[in-house]
């Protein structure tokens, strides 16, 4: 892991870093991107709205996958349900007060909860569960990029002032 990490160090392959890191972020591993973009905009400030943008994208991307993939554990469930349906000892489904409460707000906002996927700790696991609720495809990922895109601006920004003001 290490020799993929040197080979992708900042700034010898800048961009291309941060959409990686970002895209990677953004799937239930718990990795923050929002660093590797300040660092090259912080080496480079000509590239912030490009690395904001890559950024954006690559964690947006990453959301769509977890998206298909909350979709794709909602089929597999289904279809071990469907077979264990037919095993007369196979106990019921119960589901959870929390799974619940969490299944009503997202369907009482749909898609426009994606806009909370920007969010740590919850956001990712969010982006899932909409696919698993098969919530509409194309307005979550759209929602996911703005809520991510701010996200990014805010943060980077921030960082840069910060940075400004450390340094200074």
Not at 62 to 73: N, R, V
Request: aromatic residues 12%; positive net charge; hydrophobic residues 55%.
């Amino acid at each position: 892991m290490n020799l993929v990490l040197q080979w992708l160090a900042l700034p010898e392959f800048g961009l291309s870093t941060v959409f990686l890191v970002s895209l990677i972020s953004a799937t239930l591993l718990p990795l923050g991107s929002e660093p590797a973009v300040a660092g090259l905009v912080q080496l480079n400030p000509d590239l912030f709205w490009p690395a904001i943008l890559v950024a954006t994208a690559g964690n947006t991307l990453g959301g769509a996958i977890s998206w298909w993939m909350g979709l794709g554990a909602h089929k597999a469930v289904n279809a071990a349900r469907a077979r264990r349906h037919h095993d007369a000892r196979a106990p019921a489904h119960v589901q959870s007060r929390w799974h619940r409460l969490a299944r009503y707000w997202l369907r009482r906002f749909g898609a426009k909860a994606c806009l909370l996927s920007w969010l740590p700790i919850v956001g990712d696991p969010l982006c899932a569960v909409a696919g698993w609720l098969r919530l509409p495809f194309w307005p979550c990922v759209a929602y996911m990029a703005v809520g991510k895109f701010a996200r990014y601006v805010l943060m980077t920004a921030g960082l840069q002032h910060v940075l400004a003001q450390w340094m200074g």
